[in-house]
């Protein structure tokens, strides 16, 4: 079965500008979590969508972060405009639907640098 | 919190040893998930163990619990080079998934 994917791998802005990520999740998985990783950090939980409504965004920064998932399948995190402490990695994951008991599968991420 | 934390943080050893490392955590849970990420890559699941469950194996990982003490181990043992990553655990509720800041394991030849 394919895996998550995850478009750029990898991106350079300037601050101010602004970027978008794209995720593609495991076919007919209805969870679908955008992650925050500063380097030596563990992986902060932006964002949670089961299917297309959105289940925790509590730690989504609103004023300049927003996320959306398109008929409940593929994701766009978007941030606009970009600070220096938003260089990390954004790591997407997606699960079945149905219970707590199943695993996640994660893509490779995209490391955002901020300049 | 739902999230789990991880003891230690850092942790480095000599290759053919074994590694343990901890998790501890607050609330009740219905499992409890270990994950790996190799420096640069997304986590990858290594193991789950659910609450009514004592003790699973999965090759050279064993993972304990201890619901009464909130706590889990996750022992690898016979390490290689190849196991030089961080480790994290998880343990969700209502679908929500919250990791902690992990154990960083290196493996010295």
């Known amino acids: 079965e394919a895996g998550v994917a995850q478009s750029p791998r990898y991106k350079i802005i300037e601050k101010r500008q602004s970027v978008a990520f794209w995720c593609n999740p495991i076919?007919?998985?209805?969870?679908l979590y955008w992650y925050q990783q500063i380097l030596g950090q563990g992986p902060k939980l932006l964002i949670q969508?089961?299917?297309?409504?959105?289940?925790?965004d509590s730690q989504l920064p609103k004023d300049r972060f927003s996320a959306e998932r398109l008929k409940g399948v593929d994701s766009t995190l978007k941030i606009q405009p970009a600070k220096l402490e938003d260089s990390a990695v954004y790591l997407c994951?997606?699960?079945?639907?149905?219970?707590?008991?199943?695993?996640?599968?994660f893509g490779q991420g995209t490391r955002l640098t901020v300049v | 919190s739902q999230q789990g934390e991880e003891d230690p943080q850092a942790l480095s050893i000599q290759e053919g040893e074994n590694a343990t490392m901890n998790c501890s955590y607050k609330?009740?849970?219905?499992?409890l998930q270990w994950y790996r990420q190799n420096s640069g890559r997304g986590l990858v699941h290594l193991i789950l163990?659910?609450?009514?469950?004592r003790e699973k194996h999965s090759g050279r990982l064993r993972v304990t619990l201890d619901t009464s003490k909130k706590s889990s181990s996750l022992l690898i043992t016979a390490s290689r080079a190849a196991d030089t990553a961080s480790y994290f655990c998880?343990?969700?509720?209502?679908?929500?998934?919250?990791f902690g800041q992990g154990t960083r394991l290196t493996i010295n030849p």
């Open positions: 163990i659910r609450s009514n469950e």
């Open positions: 969508f089961q299917n297309n409504g959105v289940v925790d």
């Open positions: 998880a343990t969700p509720a209502a679908q929500k998934l919250v």
């Open positions: 076919s007919g998985h209805a969870t």
């Open positions: 609330t009740s849970i219905n499992n």
């Open positions: 994951a997606s699960r079945e639907e149905g219970g707590t008991n199943t695993e996640a599968f």
